[in-house]
């Protein structure tokens, strides 16, 4: 495992950004739903972020839906050079607060034209597809929405594309119809089904970026990270993080907040460096 620090980049796309970058999920509402209870609070945080340095924001126009996108927007545009956001299509959200697919042509069409007006932009740095459930695979081809995605890239509405909760296999689908710069799924130090994923991608110089890095909704719990975080003074959540860093170069991390605080406790991770000895007790967590 390499070393980070707090300026360690990786190259995405043809843009080298931070590696430990910001998720907006949490700027809407509860359940990722609606406005969020302060809009001052969460246009604070997204301007910490970037003043902190951080290039790489994660975003969807279904969160809120609209909502976070038109946060982002308000906060930050005219984006900073050297800004790279991130969206994804693939999905809705219903009246009761799922998140049911949006893999239709016109259903994907219409999430870049939504991204495009609620960020302000009039090309998407990347664009994940978003395929499989809420936090895994499933099996099967995502040839045909993919390529609709990479129809919009020829048509200069999309630089970039990335998958989403997409198996080894439909990573490689993907690819023989176009390039892809990331893959975003669930992994984090106790759920590590991606392993052999991770390292495939590194050699090819593609991003990995975990959604859930600290476990989701409901944060990690394990006593060896308890442990470990007070014997290096350190959160579990931050030697959580610390760990993601280190374990493969082309690692991305998201983690976001609605909290500057929390932000900037997050950033710090970045700094911390996993004596071997601690090491070998947080891999085998997952076991």
């Known amino acids: 495992m390499s070393h980070p ?8 796309g043809d843009r080298s950004v931070k590696r430990l970058g910001y998720g ?15 809009r ?10 970037v003043a902190s340095g951080v290039n790489h924001i994660d975003t969807s126009d279904f ?10 927007k308000e906060a930050l545009h005219p984006y900073p050079a050297g800004l790279r956001i991130v969206t994804k299509v693939g999905a809705l959200r219903d009246a009761k607060g ?3 697919k949006a893999l239709a042509p016109e259903q994907l ?6 991204n495009l007006e609620h960020l302000g932009l009039d090309t998407l740095d990347v664009v994940n597809l978003r395929v499989g459930g809420f936090d895994r695979p499933e099996p099967g081809s995502i040839a045909a929405p993919f390529t609709v995605l990479a129809e919009m890239q020829q048509e200069g509405l999309i630089k970039h594309l990335g998958v989403s909760t997409v198996s080894s296999e439909q ?13 975003q799924n669930l992994y984090n130090i106790a759920h590590r089904d991606d392993d052999a994923l991770i390292d495939s991608l590194a050699v090819q110089g593609i991003a990995y970026v975990p959604y859930f890095p600290l476990g989701g909704f409901n944060p990690l719990q394990s006593s060896t990270l308890s442990d470990v975080a007070a014997r290096l003074d350190a959160t579990p959540m931050q030697i959580a993080l610390a760990w993601l860093l280190q374990r493969s170069p082309n690692i991305l991390l998201i983690s976001g907040t609605s909290s500057v605080a929390h932000l900037r406790e997050n950033l710090a991770s970045a700094a911390l460096v996993l004596p071997g000895n601690e ?6 967590i997952a076991s």
């Open 5 to 12: 620090d707090s300026s360690s980049t990786f190259t995405l």
């Open 24 to 38: 907006a999920m949490q700027l809407a509402g509860p359940g990722v739903f609606g406005p969020p209870k302060d």
């Open 40 to 49: 001052g609070a969460a246009l604070a945080v997204l301007r910490e972020a």
């Open 63 to 72: 969160y809120g839906p609209h909502i976070t996108n038109e946060i982002i």
């Open 98 to 100: 799922g998140w049911p």
């Open 109 to 114: 069409r219409q999430a870049v034209y939504d």
């Open 171 to 183: 990573v490689a689908e993907a690819q023989s119809i176009a390039p892809i710069v990331c893959v």
């Open 279 to 284: 090491l070998a007790l947080l891999n085998g």
